[in-house]
Structures are given as C-alpha cells and as structure tokens.
C-alpha cells in the first residue's frame, strides 16, 4: 500500500500487539541464547530455545491467521517487486514491510527455524547436553546437526547485522523511524493509508495453544 503525498497525517494501526512482543522477545533470547551456550548453561539453553521455538510456531501461524501487516501474504512478493523497489524506492513512509524487507523477514524467521531444529537433535549423549530428540537419530547425524548449529548462528548473526543496518539506512537516509512503531504499534501516515486489520483474540489463543502443544510433544518424545 502506497500513501499518497500531502495529505493530512494522523496516528495509524500498524504492528499487532503479538508481533511487537515476539519480535523484542527474539531481539532478547538470541543474545541469552548465545550467552547460555558460551558459559555452559546448557539447562537454560535449552529451555529458552524450547521457548524461541514456541514463539516461532506462533509467528508463523500469525503469518497466515493473524492481523494484516503479520500475514506473509501482505509482505512477500516475487522477485519483480524486488527489483522494482530496490532499483525505485519509494519516498513516502511504508505501511508493512517493504518487498525487499519482506524477504528478510522470510530469511530471519527461517534461520531462526533451522536453527531451532538443529539444536532439537544435536549434542552428544555420552559427553553433555543433548537436545530433546537427540535419541531420534544417528550419533553421526547429532554430530553433524552440532556442528552446523554453532555455524548457522554466525548466519544468523549476518542476518541480524543486515537486519539493524537496514533500520539505520531507513532512519539516517530516509528519515523513517522504524523502531517507534515496533514500539507502539502506530505510526504517523496519511489519512488515506490503510493501517493495520486486527485479528480476533480466539485466533490467537489458537496459536499458543498449538505452540505450547508443541513443545510439550518435543519434551514427550524426549522422556
Ligand atoms: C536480535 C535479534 C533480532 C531478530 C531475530 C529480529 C527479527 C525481526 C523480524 C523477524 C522482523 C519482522 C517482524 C514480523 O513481521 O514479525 C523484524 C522487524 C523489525 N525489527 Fe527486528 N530483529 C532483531 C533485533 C532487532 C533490533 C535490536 C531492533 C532495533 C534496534 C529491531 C528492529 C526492528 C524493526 C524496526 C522492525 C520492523 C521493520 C519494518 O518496519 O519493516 N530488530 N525483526
């Protein structure tokens, strides 16, 4: 959705409450989760990776039942919208993610989830901590889950980097400030601008209820 210039500013909807929560909670376990593993925490590693985990299932499910600007369908466009952004930007303040961005949500969420699925299996159970479905497969494939879990983290790390450079592309170039509306929800766009459609409470009921179900069957199948 595109504003049109000139018109009258006001205060608009545009993150739901469930993305701004996630989101700073993903900006808080990925340092707690790096920090655990470097100072052998691995009891709190897992627990907090149990519950990044958790926290993806929802986003993910908010990305197709959630509210407008959290639905994959508002934000990811084909490679032709790419180009077409990235070779013309447009000057007035985005309403969601952009085309380019939209794709680095994609990859974020995506990393995180292999990530998450690599420590579920890797470890070794004759020398420390094991992820829940270890005993799920070979000892040869946990080794290999191990080892590409500490390198999918430096991925991960890049992803955050382009990530925080892109928000001070947009502040010191563009002069938009990102950071506010993931703050508050709202942002200042013309009257015309289609904000954030909200999505019923019961729908995202169902999606913790889905993601605490899931945990609770990786540490089932652990037992
Ligand atoms: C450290 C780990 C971080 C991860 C994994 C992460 C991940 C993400 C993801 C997945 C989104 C898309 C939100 C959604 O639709 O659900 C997003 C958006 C955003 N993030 Fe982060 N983020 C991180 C850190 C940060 C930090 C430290 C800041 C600010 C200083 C930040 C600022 C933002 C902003 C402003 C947006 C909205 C961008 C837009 O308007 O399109 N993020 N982030």
Known sequence: MTPGRGAEIVRTPLWDWPVRVIHWSFAALIPALWWTAENGEMG??????TVLMQLLVIRVLWGFVGG???RFSS?????????AHLRSPREEPSVGHNPAGGWSVLALLG?????????????????????????LVSSTTAGQATELHGAV?????????????????????????????????????????????????????????????TGWVVWVGAA
């Open 111 to 135: 990393l995180m989830a292999l990530q998450v699925s690599l420590g579920l299996v890797a470890g070794d159970p004759d020398d420390g901590t094991t992820g829940p479905l270890n005993h």
């Open 68 to 70: 407008s600007t959290a």
């Open 44 to 49: 709190w590693h897992t627990s907090i990776g």
């Open 75 to 83: 934000f990811v466009r084909g490679p032709r919208a790419v180009f």
């Open 153 to 213: 983290f430096y991925l991960i790390l890049a992803m955050i980097a382009l990530h925080l450079a892109a928000i001070v592309y947009y502040r010191v170039i563009k002069r938009e400030n990102l950071i506010a509306p993931m703050i508050t929800g709202s942002k200042p766009l013309p009257a015309s601008a289609d904000g954030l459609k909200k999505a019923p409470v019961w729908r995202l009921i169902a999606c913790v209820v889905v993601a605490w179900l």
